[in-house]
């Protein structure tokens, strides 16, 4: 994975309701939680300037678990429809992108990070999401967005730094399913359909 670099990052997760959790990054950050009765539980630990690769370990009671080769550098959100969802390789035959199998040869950049949100939809937050982090190479890249990739090439050019790229894309979607209930609220054309959201 990659960690924005110097700021405080939340990690989380569930365990015993009132037992404690620690975590400590091997770049010298730790930090403390208390489980909720709800079995949720929130830390956050401060992230250095860019480097790596560093280990997490996260402990919980007996039990600890270590993320190993954790990068830190910049991390970006690419949300959108089908312009961020259309994959390097395209949608052949009739959706291409110029020159993409050679920018799919030449792609090889562990230092670039990729992650593929699953599809899913929920009308209350939840705090979960499908995906697995994949160092940036022709067999990653292919099916991951084109603009996501292009960017994040660009920002590793510039700036020399780990990136972190999060595809969270669902082409064809309202732009309403990616506002929050909130922002909606304050249009009185959505009142009937958030009402029967809360129902």
């Known amino acids: 994975m990659v960690l924005q670099q110097r700021t405080s990052v939340p990690i989380w997760g569930k365990g015993v309701p009132?037992?404690?959790?620690?975590?400590?990054?091997?770049?010298?950050?730790?930090?403390?939680?208390?489980?909720?009765?709800?079995?949720?539980?929130?830390?956050?630990?401060?992230?250095?300037?860019?480097?790596?690769?560093?280990?997490?370990?996260?402990?919980?009671?007996?039990?600890?678990?270590?993320?190993?080769?954790?990068?830190?550098?910049?991390?970006?959100l690419c949300s959108g429809q089908s312009n961020m969802e259309m994959p390097l390789e395209g949608w052949p035959p009739n959706d291409t992108i110029w020159n993409s199998a050679s920018a799919i040869d030449h792609s090889f950049n562990?230092?670039?990070?990729?992650?593929?949100?699953?599809?899913?939809?929920?009308?209350?937050p939840v705090h979960e999401c499908v995906g697995t982090w994949r160092a940036c190479s022709p067999f990653s890249v292919r099916t991951f967005s084109a603009s996501a990739y292009f960017f994040g090439k660009r920002i590793f050019e510039a700036l020399k730094v780990p990136v972190g790229l999060i595809e969270a894309s669902w082409g064809g979607t309202a732009v309403e399913s990616w506002m929050s209930k909130?922002?909606?609220g304050k249009f009185d054309e959505y009142t009937a359909t958030l009402k029967k959201i809360d129902e």
């Open 110 to 124: 562990p230092k670039i990070r990729l992650f593929n949100v699953l599809r899913n939809y929920s009308v209350v």
């Open 18 to 76: 009132l037992s404690r959790v620690t975590a400590r990054g091997t770049w010298g950050s730790r930090g403390n939680a208390l489980v909720g009765p709800d079995s949720m539980w929130t830390l956050m630990l401060m992230t250095p300037k860019a480097g790596g690769p560093y280990d997490l370990s996260i402990r919980h009671g007996d039990s600890t678990v270590t993320l190993k080769n954790v990068l830190v550098g910049e991390v970006w």
């Open 182 to 184: 909130e922002m909606l």
